[in-house]
C-alpha cells in the first residue's frame, strides 16, 4: 500500500481517510490551538478522534507535530471515569480491535503491536511504547494534585 511504511502502521494511516468534517476540524484545531473541545452526541466519533490523535503523537506520525514541539517520546494521561470501562473495555477496544467499516472493509487496530512494549496491567495502567512514548490511565477521583505538575506532555479529558 505505501512503500517504506510498517505494515501494522497502516491501519492508523487508513483511518484518517474515513474521519467526517467535524472530525477534520478537530484535528486540525489540535495543532493550531493549545486547548480544543470536540463537543458531539453519542456515537459521533470522539473517543475514536481522541485515540487517533493520541496514538499518532505517540508515534510521531500526527501532521505538523513538529510545529506543536511534541515529538516522541511523549507522555500521555488520559483521565477515564473507571478502569473496567474506560480503559479495558473503551481504550483496548480503540487501540487494539480491527473494525468492520460500512463499505465492508475492515481495518486494523490503530496501534502497531510492533511498537508495545509492555500493555497496561492491573497494578500498572500505562501501555509502554518501543520509543520510549508512555500512555497512562488514572481515574479523574483519583488525587487531584496527580494531574498537576509536568510529569506529561498531554492530558487528555
Not at 29 to 55: C, M, P, Q, R
Request: with cysteine; glycine share 8%.
Amino acid at each position: 500500500m505505501q512503500d517504506g511504511v510498517p505494515r501494522d502502521f497502516l491501519p492508523w494511516l487508513e483511518w484518517g481517510k474515513w474521519h467526517y468534517q467535524k472530525q477534520l476540524d478537530f484535528r486540525r484545531s489540535v495543532v493550531d490551538n493549545w486547548e480544543s473541545i470536540f463537543l458531539a452526541g453519542n456515537g459521533s466519533g470522539k473517543t475514536h478522534i481522541i485515540y487517533w490523535i493520541t496514538t499518532g503523537l505517540l508515534l510521531g506520525l500526527y501532521a505538523q507535530q513538529d510545529k506543536m514541539d511534541m515529538m516522541p517520546p511523549l507522555s500521555i494521561k488520559v483521565l477515564v471515569t473507571d478502569f473496567e470501562h474506560g480503559l479495558d473495555t473503551i481504550a483496548s477496544d480503540a487501540l487494539f480491535s480491527s473494525t468492520y467499516m460500512p463499505d465492508g472493509t475492515t481495518i486494523g487496530p490503530m496501534m502497531p503491536a510492533s511498537m508495545v512494549e509492555k500493555k497496561w496491567s492491573k497494578e500498572d495502567k500505562t501501555l509502554y511504547l518501543k520509543n520510549g512514548s508512555k500512555l497512562w490511565w488514572m481515574t479523574s477521583e483519583q488525587k487531584r494534585d496527580l494531574h498537576k505538575g509536568s510529569n506529561m506532555d498531554v492530558l487528555i479529558c
